[in-house]
């Protein structure tokens, strides 16, 4: 299993590496260390590209009344979301990273590759 990090300042600090490094070993993807993501590439994420617009959503299908009632939709749209669709987004992430190396996006082609490889 691989933990991918978003690109928030704060998640790159030390304490935080740390606790990567021991939970996770070499197989985490962030800001900073071995395996760096590039900036503004949210087509390659699946939190991106699938579920932050399917919670939006389905969270603001009608307007939360009270920060409670937000909170419980989030955890009721999480918890509805099918495993086959996540499994989809992550298959679609494998095809949009072959396409980047297939048209020689530099900027991906190491972190990419280094994932796909990885993930045989």
């Not at 991106?48 to 939006?56: P, S, T």
């Not at 389905?58 to 009632?69: A, G, L, W």
């Not at 509805?80 to 048209?103: E, G, S």
Request: hydrophobic share 40%; aromatic share 10%.
């Amino acid at each position: 299993m691989w933990f991918q990090q978003d690109g928030c300042p704060g998640h790159s600090a030390r304490i935080i590496t740390q606790f990567l490094h021991v939970t996770f070993g070499d197989r985490w993807i962030g800001r900073a260390e071995n395996h760096k993501w590039p900036a503004r590439s949210p087509n390659l994420t699946p939190l991106d590209f699938y579920l932050w617009g399917k919670l939006k959503q389905q969270v603001y299908n009608e307007i939360p009344t009270t920060k409670e009632d937000m909170k419980e939709r989030i955890r009721r749209t999480c918890t509805a979301i099918n495993t086959t669709d996540i499994q989809h987004a992550v298959l679609f992430v494998k095809q949009r990273f072959r396409v980047c190396i297939n048209v020689q996006v530099t900027i991906l082609n190491t972190c990419i590759s280094r994932v796909l490889l990885l993930d045989k």
